[in-house]
């Protein structure tokens, strides 16, 4: 159950969030990944605390950093730089979010590091990219991602307040694309033996997410509107709310295969010939009392029924408004693969899965997130320290909180 990664060998520099779920992805998928903390730690160690719990558990910090062993060292200092640089040496991949000018500081810019070690593979995450008068800008995920890429002005409403984010989102899709790019750089060095920087940006991967509206405005000089329920052209394209109070999505794109079905489920076949619904353009003029009627007809049943129903007409296209905890509980979503036992020493904890299946090696996490420094002795001596060097090498630990 190592995972299609098994032997390839990570150095990861990551702070937070973006870069951390990076290394954690290839963590999962079998790589054997080292972690660089400072004395103090990831500041991500202390998001339980952040929180506003007093639990004993980080729930996000070890989502990121499961199956991963953790070195400390200052880069502050020569000796640490320089313990950084020989991990490298016998790195396959190097995976940071720290800003590039920080980088360079420290002696770990992407020139200096691939004159020396030619075969690893550089991966990069920035907020804005590494050209342009704000490629060294700091940015968590909601400045890059939600805020200036467009995505939370693309959801609010005309007049409306903006939407908060959740926390990691954009993080966590740029972390995906990450791995995406790692792994291509891993098979281009497999055909042409040398390593590269592969990068990627939060603002690059908020704007990819709405490309889809990027691309009209571009080609066409247009901006779609902020879907409104109650003004929806598409009626088969809307969510409703049943009879229980559960809401749900009826997703009939294709407004003439999928408006049958729903007028059929909805208990109202008459409706198929009824000349203010009989077309699609009928309908889009027609839209608003037909919501309205819609809006009746499914609040007279609970969810289950209407589910019933709906499993009668192939053609119907829906799902549930989950929440978190109906998420989780879903049978779909378990059976799907949705989650994953990670073990631990007070027995295996249940956590969220990395996205990805391996049907023919298969990956399983081997472990939780490390303690602070916990392998930094038994990763420097396999990389062919000394006692001697490990003396000059431990620093003073801060308290990195929970």
């Known amino acids: 159950m190592a995972g299609p990664l098994e032997g390839i060998r990570v150095v990861e520099l990551g702070v937070w969030v973006a870069g951390p779920a990076a290394a954690g992805i290839l963590a999962d998928w079998g ?8 004395p103090a730690g ?29 070195v400390v ?23 940071t979010n720290v800003r590039p000018a920080a980088l360079e500081r420290l002696g770990l810019g992407h020139e200096a590091v691939l004159e020396r070690c030619p ?19 700091p940015a968590f995920d909601i400045a890059g991602w939600w805020a200036r890429s467009g995505i939370a002005a ?64 571009l080609m066409w000089g247009l901006a779609i509107g902020v879907g409104r329920r109650g003004a929806m052209v598409n009626p088969a394209m809307n969510n409703y ?81 989950n929440t978190v905890e109906d998420l989780l509980v879903d049978p779909q979503f378990l059976a799907a693969g949705g989650l994953v036992d990670v073990p631990a020493a007070g027995g295996d904890i249940a956590m969220v899965a990395t996205p990805v299946d391996f049907l023919g090696t298969p990956w399983a996490p081997r472990g939780p997130a490390p303690e602070l420094g916990a392998d930094t002795a038994e990763v420097l001596r396999a990389a062919g320290f000394t006692d001697d060097e490990l003396d000059n090498l431990t620093p003073r630990r801060a308290d990195p909180g929970p």
């Open 31 to 38: 790589a054997d990944v080292v972690k660089i903390e400072p």
């Open 154 to 217: 693309l959801l609010t409403p005309p007049g409306g307040e903006l939407p908060f984010q959740r926390g990691g989102m954009g993080d966590h899709t740029t972390a995906m694309t990450a791995a995406a790019m790692i792994n291509a750089a891993l098979v281009g060095r497999a055909r042409t033996g040398r390593g590269q920087l592969v990068t990627t940006s939060l603002l690059r991967q908020g704007a990819y997410t709405i490309s889809f509206d990027l691309n009209v405005t």
């Open 42 to 70: 990831d500041p991500a160690r202390a998001f339980g605390q952040i929180l506003g719990g007093d639990l004993p558990t980080n729930p996000p910090f070890e989502l990121d950093n499961r199956s991963k062993r953790s």
């Open 73 to 95: 060292l200052d880069l502050a200092s020569p000796v640490g730089r320089d313990a950084a640089l020989r991990l490298l040496d016998t790195a396959d991949v190097f995976v």
């Open 241 to 321: 709310t049943a009879g229980d109070g559960r809401r749900f999505w009826v997703v009939g794109l294709e407004a003439d295969r999928h408006w049958p079905p729903l007028a059929r489920a909805a208990g109202h076949p008459e409706w198929l010939e009824d000349p203010r619904f009989a077309t699609r353009r009928a309908r889009a003029e027609h839209a608003a009392e037909l919501i309205g009627l819609l809006d009746a007809e499914f609040a007279r049943r609970p969810m289950a029924e209407w589910a019933a129903r709906f499993a009668d007409e192939p053609d119907m296209f829906w799902a549930p408004v």
């Open 119 to 137: 075969r690893l593979v550089y991966a990069l995450i920035t907020g804005f990219g590494l050209t342009g008068p704000e490629a060294d800008r």
